[in-house]
């Protein structure tokens, strides 16, 4: 056993503790994982532990950084992402710095050309209150398949219909978007859009779409067209009438899961599916939870 400051075992030939690092003792795939979880200035500390964790810090598939990280960080971002291959790349960032936006700009375009799968972004402005576009080589990605966006506020009609292979997509905070079109999606598997408190409409067209959830506190109008496929549905818009549900219901014949939060206005819902297994009610305070076998 190796002395490593770790878990006390007991050697009772010896009849004494020793020290065993068990967390060292882990196969390389697993610690990779482990340290995939955490973020980037953890992982910058776990290299001083031993040359081998050094090794794997620069070799994990995943990374994620934060902006609020001291300007070293990205020396370290910069010489990480170019020095293995990357899968999922999650970042968080004020855009408040001068060169923030070249960083980031510079950073996914190499990603995308090298295939990342994930991309989760995430921004929160300062008093700068900056906006930022997506560089263009996201458009033209071949290998981009689960796109966050959240706080993100440029036009999102141009940039999902350019992303041939995508299938898992989430739009969260874009408060400054009125309109959402989705056209043509043909891999798309899920969508959520939440709480994106400027919207006024959604439009998606999406032929293989397993799941949806659309959350908004307000007004909006939402027009489903050519989601034959979709099996989960989750509704929180407090304009949805009785009317909106029975001309998209008689469209969706393979739904199977059903929630309908604070959809205020709903006066007679009628409900015909030999697909349906699940539904969730929470109306006017009240929750009913039901579930009907076809």
Not at 17 to 45: G, K, M
């Amino acid at each position: 056993m190796k002395e490593k400051e770790a878990f006390n075992v007991m050697d009772h030939k010896k009849k004494k503790y020793i020290a065993v690092d068990r967390i060292s003792e882990l196969p390389d795939p697993l610690l990779q994982e482990i340290l995939s979880f955490l973020p980037i200035n953890q992982v910058v500390q776990s290299t001083i532990l031993s040359k081998r964790w050094k090794h794997m810090s620069t070799s994990i598939p995943v990374l994620f950084y934060s902006g609020f990280y001291p300007s070293g960080y990205c020396n370290f971002v910069e010489k990480t992402i170019r020095s293995r291959s990357v899968k999922k790349f999650s970042l968080a960032d004020s855009m408040y710095k001068p060169n923030s936006a070249s960083n980031v700009d510079r950073w996914i375009s190499f990603l995308v050309k090298n295939d990342v799968e994930e991309l989760d972004l995430y921004w929160f402005r300062g008093l700068s209150g900056r906006m930022y576009q997506l560089p263009q080589s996201v458009l033209d990605s071949k290998s981009l398949t689960v796109l966050t966006l959240d706080g993100y506020d440029q036009t999102i009609h141009k940039l999902v219909v350019g992303c041939p292979v995508i299938q898992d997509m989430t739009f969260h905070r874009c408060h400054k978007l009125k309109s959402m079109k989705f056209e043509g999606l043909t891999n798309a598997k899920s969508i959520v859009v939440e709480y994106n408190h400027g919207l006024e409409i959604v439009e998606l067209e999406a032929s293989n779409l397993y799941s949806l959830l659309i959350h908004h506190h307000k007004r909006c109008e939402i027009k489903l067209v050519s989601c034959n496929n979709l099996k989960r549905l989750s509704l929180r818009v407090p304009n949805t009438t009785d009317k909106w549900f029975h001309d998209h219901l008689s469209q969706l014949p393979k739904i199977e899961f059903l929630e309908i939060d604070d959809c205020y206005v709903l006066e007679r819902l009628k409900i015909s599916s030999h697909s349906l297994k699940t539904l969730n009610l929470v109306l006017s305070g009240i929750t009913l939870w039901g579930k009907t076998v076809g």
